[in-house]
T-cell receptor, first 113, second 111 residues
Framework: AQSVTQLDSQVPVFEEAPVELRCNYS??????LFWYVQYPNQGLQLLLK??????LVKGINGFEAEFNKSQTSFHLRKPSVHISDTAEYFC???????????FGAGTRLAVHP | GAGVSQSPSNKVTEKGKDVELRCDPISGHTALYWYRQRLGQGLEFLIYFQGNSAPDKSGLPSDRFSAERTGESVSTLTIQRTQQEDSAVYLCASSLAAEQYFGPGTRLTVT
């Protein structure tokens, strides 16, 4: 069975600092990997996705993630965060042939001035 | 174009009552999903519809939960005899391929 572990429940960071949100997954088959963001009192928005090809994936708002098959990781990074990046971030995985998403518990990113 | 819409946005109900939650997917999206998000937690998969195939109900937590979808359009999630542990945000998503588009959710509070 697939599972997703987000290693940090909360990440505080100062504005303009770099940030990395960690995600590890377990799966016995090929996977699609996703990062979603949930701003306060809003729905989920897709940040980026890995389906195949280049292991470095660039998304919206300056975020990027790297798929590492040997370490079964898909960490999310941003070189310089803004106050507006304060939100909950969810990592998710699905089978290559089936779109049900398995989500991690989420990481709350808090950007401070 | 229009995104996924859900109604109502908020629902407060008494324990033991039945509730119906509605989802209108993006037009043309063949797949529709329901998820539940309890306070402070990630999303749990509930049920998945794909075209005319039999739905995947493997995530439904009990037989009090059921869902229907009319063709490739509206879906309704029904919770019978609600319990306090059913309090959560219920999210609907639709897709054509790997990327799912989420609605704003229905916040259900069972008192």
């Amino acid at each position: 069975a697939q599972s997703v572990t987000q290693l940090d429940s909360q990440v505080p960071v100062f504005e303009e600092a770099p940030v990395e949100l960690r995600c590890n997954y377990s799966s016995s088959v090929s996977v699609y990997l996703f990062w979603y963001v949930q701003y306060p009192n809003q729905g989920l928005q897709l940040l980026l996705k890995y389906l195949s090809g280049s292991t470095l994936v660039k998304g919206i708002n300056g975020f990027e993630a790297e798929f590492n098959k040997s370490q079964t990781s898909f960490h999310l990074r941003k070189p310089s965060v803004h106050i507006s990046d304060t939100a909950e971030y969810f990592c998710a995985v699905s089978d290559s042939g089936y779109n049900k998403l398995i989500f991690g518990a989420g990481t709350r990113l808090a950007v401070h001035p | 174009g229009a995104g996924v819409s859900q109604s109502p946005s908020n629902k407060v109900t008494e324990k033991g009552k039945d509730v119906e939650l509605r989802c209108d997917p993006i037009s043309g999206h063949t797949a529709l999903y329901w998820y539940r998000q309890r306070l402070g937690q990630g999303l749990e998969f509930l049920i998945y519809f794909q075209g005319n195939s039999a739905p995947d109900k493997s995530g439904l937590p009990s037989d009090r939960f059921s869902a229907e979808r009319t063709g490739e359009s509206v879906s309704t999630l029904t919770i019978q005899r609600t319990q306090q542990e059913d309090s959560a945000v219920y999210l609907c998503a639709s897709s054509l391929a790997a990327e799912q588009y989420f609605g704003p959710g229905t916040r259900l509070t069972v008192t």
